[in-house]
């Protein structure tokens, strides 16, 4: 049987183990393509059965008509140019994607949303904390709240429960939901945590979320289930 190949675009530092590893939990043969510095994505994504965004630094607020006017972000425009690209293949190719965090903000704003440029200064706090004890934490501002899927979403469809408690870390959120794209989970503030397609019929697997499943106890339903539902999908679309 054809080992799976999932494609993912750039990681900071000592975070990419935490993806590979929670995926290879459900398929201990995944291969991974790092797809760093991809000169012709076309080609890159060539080689691999589905796309992996990860978390990462922040979307350039021009690119949807908005400025950091509080100078929060950390911006790479070249990765965002690259995972424009990525993501326009992927579509085209009919290949599974699934955006975690920034790969939600990238996803949506590609396909025409906006975000909050900097959710504490809308008065909106609670997803991203301040650092202090990381004992127990793969990342310092890593915090936990609870989320709510959304009736009748293909999402909901995967879960055996519509509430529960996931890590997040994010400082910008979803302002402008992509025409194409709908909200299948949210915060208790509103904010929506995760997205897919408005319309699925026909078009290629896509889940976005803003927590972090791979910072997650494996067994959480709000881990676990992503992990081996996107790689059902990937299997499923095996050439």
């Known amino acids: 049987m054809k080992r799976l190949r999932i494609g993912i675009t750039k990681l900071e530092g000592g975070y990419y ?3 590979t590893d ?21 080609a890159a994504l060539a080689g691999c059965d589905a796309l992996l965004l990860p978390g990462g630094e922040d979307v350039d607020p021009t690119i949807y008509r908005k400025t950091d006017e509080h100078n929060t972000c950390t911006i790479e425009r070249e990765r965002d140019t690259l995972e424009f690209s990525l993501i326009k293949h992927a579509i085209h190719a009919r290949m599974p994607m699934l955006g975690i ?14 975000l909050i440029v900097d959710m504490p200064s809308e008065g909106i706090p609670g997803h991203q904390g301040t ?33 529960g408690k996931v890590t997040s870390n994010h400082h910008q959120g979803v302002d402008l939901v992509a025409p194409r794209l709908r909200v299948c989970a949210t915060a208790p503030d509103g904010t929506a945590e995760a997205l897919e397609w408005a319309e699925p019929e026909g078009k290629p697997y896509l889940l976005l ?13 709000f881990s676990r289930i992503i992990a081996e539902d996107f790689i059902a999908a990937v299997r499923a679309g095996e050439n």
């Not at 920034?102 to 396909?111: E, H, K, P, S, T």
């Not at 979320?209 to 959480?220: G, L």
């Open 17 to 19: 183990p935490l993806y």
């Open 22 to 42: 929670w995926l290879r939990h459900t398929n201990p043969d995944l291969e991974f393509t790092e797809l760093i510095q991809a000169t012709d994505p076309a």
């Open 101 to 114: 965090c920034r790969g939600l903000q990238i996803v949506n704003v590609a396909m025409g949303g906006s």
């Open 131 to 163: 650092g202090g004890n990381t004992a127990e934490r793969n990342h310092p501002k890593d915090v936990d709240h609870e989320v709510t899927v959304e009736p009748w979403t293909g999402f909901a469809e995967k879960l055996p429960l519509r509430m």
């Open 209 to 221: 979320v803003h927590w972090h499943p791979e910072r997650m106890d494996y067994d959480s339903p």
